[in-house]
């Protein structure tokens, strides 16, 4: 068996320091003391680790609050998807994906029951207000206190635009106040835009942001070159080489983001096993690296979202304020006005 295979199967499994993921784990535990109907946003760039960060959430917190049964589920998990006519949004599709999620007995499908035209039709047919009631009945059986919707950006393309996508987060938080369950919404940057169709919700929000290691700030620079050595101890190279030596390189082509480098990396070992090469090589690299146009698009994203991270999170100006000339002194209503008298002068001036 070729070396590259096990660490091909581990990959996932391997430690990093990933420190911006360990800073957004910590923050994402803190906002969990939030009350019941409250919200959680998780934003970030492509592949920083969002999805990773919320399962290992979830089966941490699961731990604690009991892993549940066949009757509770202190955590329910869905992904918001496009999968209505033109790959639109649906809000019929999504409370479907939830009734699943819960495991509705009336509404969700077991493997074996997919081939019972009757069962889909029914479901097919139920008008989305009768599903929506289901899914708040099934989220207070559950006991459930925190509701999952990854990908939630995708609620953007719903059908009827902005309007219908403040409309429907609106009703999540409905669902969340009726409920009891604490939302967590996860996705890419762009969610803050879509956040703020919904003033409701923004009035409920605590945002928690999973960066980049970003080339401009210095202790990036050395977060990603630990990232780097600790993969090296499980490669194999010619000579005393690591990842290190291909820093810049590695990081131009993965954007600094942790899923990009671990795909790329992933891939590049899947060319060493299939030229059944004995040591890795930066060659390897450079015939999975993804093109430039690819990366272009993914670096403008990440460019604007963090450009509207900071206009949210900015608490001074960039700039000192202009200073303004001295307000002047009101006098009280309905009083005379005083003048000063010169000095030695006498009597009251009118």
Request: charged share 25%; with cysteine.
């Amino acid at each position: 068996m070729h070396w590259t295979e096990s660490v091909i199967a581990n990959l996932d499994n391997i430690w990093v320091p990933h420190r911006n993921f360990e800073l957004a784990k910590a923050d994402l535990f803190s906002a969990a003391l939030i009350g019941p109907g409250q919200l959680i946003d998780i934003e970030g760039p492509t592949r920083a680790g969002k999805s990773a960060l919320v399962e290992k959430f979830s089966r941490e917190l699961c731990g604690k609050l009991g892993n549940g049964d066949d009757q509770y589920m202190p955590i329910v998990s869905m992904t918001a998807e496009n999968n209505s006519t033109n790959g639109l949004f649906s809000s019929k599709a999504f409370t479907l994906a939830a009734l699943q999620a819960v495991r509705h007995p009336m509404f969700s499908l077991e493997l074996g029951q997919l081939q019972d035209t009757k069962r889909l039709r029914m479901i097919d047919t139920t008008p989305e207000g009768i599903l929506r009631t289901a899914l708040e009945q099934a989220l207070k059986y559950r006991r459930t206190a925190y509701f999952v919707v990854d990908e939630a950006h995708h609620i953007a393309h719903i059908r009827g635009g902005r309007h219908s996508a403040g409309a429907f987060l609106d009703s999540l938080k409905c669902l969340a106040a009726n409920t009891g369950v604490r939302l967590i919404l996860v996705g890419t940057y762009q969610l803050t835009p879509l956040l703020q169709l919904s003033p409701h919700l923004l009035g409920r929000m605590l945002r928690i942001h999973l960066p980049r290691y970003r080339a401009d700030v210095r202790e990036d620079v050395i977060a990603f070159d630990q990232i780097l050595l600790a993969y090296s101890t499980h490669l194999q190279f010619d000579g005393s080489a690591t990842l290190r030596d291909w820093n810049e390189y590695l990081y131009t082509g993965s954007l600094g983001c942790m899923g990009l480098l671990k795909a790329w990396l992933r891939d590049a070992l899947r060319k060493v096993q299939l030229s059944k090469q004995p040591v890795l090589k930066r060659r390897h690299f450079e015939l999975s690296r993804r093109s430039d146009a690819d990366l272009a698009v993914i670096a403008n994203e990440i460019k604007d979202g963090e450009e509207l991270t900071l206009a949210q999170t900015l608490k001074e100006p960039l700039a000192p304020p202009e200073p303004q000339p001295a307000a002047r002194k009101k006098s009280r209503p309905f009083r005379p006005k005083t003048q000063r008298l010169p000095v030695g002068a006498k009597g009251v001036r009118a």
